[in-house]
Every structure is written in structure tokens, then in C-alpha cells.
């Protein structure tokens, strides 16, 4: 799988909250107000490659032991899920309460 850094500044789709790139080092692909994101990556993290565009909904938190707590995200267009790492400042309330699907 590629992985392309970016850090980059977004108004988030859903919500039109105004999102700046996280400062430790760690890169942003969700909107910490409302989780939501966008389906932009095709291969991999950061490679704008998808043509879908679709929101993706916050449905759900699993844990790995690896990375940690991430978000579950599935595509309101395709239905493609995926799972994001949990930024430090994230409103993890959003799903909480949710399980992986």
C-alpha cells in the first residue's frame, strides 16, 4: 500500500467547519468536529486517486494494537469502509457508543 504525507488544510463537506493540518507530526484525513470524511484515496493514504468523492460517515471505533483507536468510515456513495487513526483532538463522542461494523 502507498502512503503520500500530506498535510493540508480543509473545510470539512459535512459539517463546514474550518480544519487545519495536526501539528505533531501526524497527518489529518477527518474533520475532528463531526468525523466525517471524504472518499479521495484509491491505493492508499494521501493518494487523491479515488473518483468517487463520496462522504464518508463515521459509523463506528475499533482498536488495533498497533495503531491504536481508529474511526470506522463508510462511503455514503459506494460503500467502501475504512478505518482512520484517531487524532488527539478528535470528538471521538461522536461515535461513541458505536461498534465496528
Known amino acids: 500500500m502507498v502512503f503520500v504525507a500530506r498535510q493540508e488544510h480543509f473545510t470539512c463537506t ?3 467547519a474550518d ?3 495536526l501539528e ?3 497527518y489529518r484525513n477527518h474533520c475532528p468536529v ?3 470524511s471524504k472518499h479521495v484515496d484509491l491505493d492508499g493514504p494521501g493518494d487523491r486517486k479515488s473518483s468517487c ?3 464518508m460517515k463515521p459509523v ?3 482498536h488495533r494494537k498497533k495503531k491504536g483507536w481508529m474511526i470506522v468510515h463508510l462511503c455514503e ?3 467502501k469502509q475504512i478505518p482512520n487513526t484517531v487524532a488527539p483532538d478528535d ?3 461522536v461515535v461513541s457508543g458505536k461498534k465496528s461494523l
Do not use: A, E
Request: aromatic residues 4%; contains cysteine.
Open 24 to 26: 505533531n507530526g501526524s
Open 53 to 55: 468523492g463520496g462522504l
Open 14 to 16: 459535512h459539517c463546514n
Open 91 to 93: 470528538d471521538i463522542t
Open 60 to 62: 463506528g471505533v475499533d
Open 34 to 36: 463531526c468525523l466525517y
Open 19 to 21: 480544519v487545519q493540518p
Open 77 to 79: 456513495s459506494c460503500g
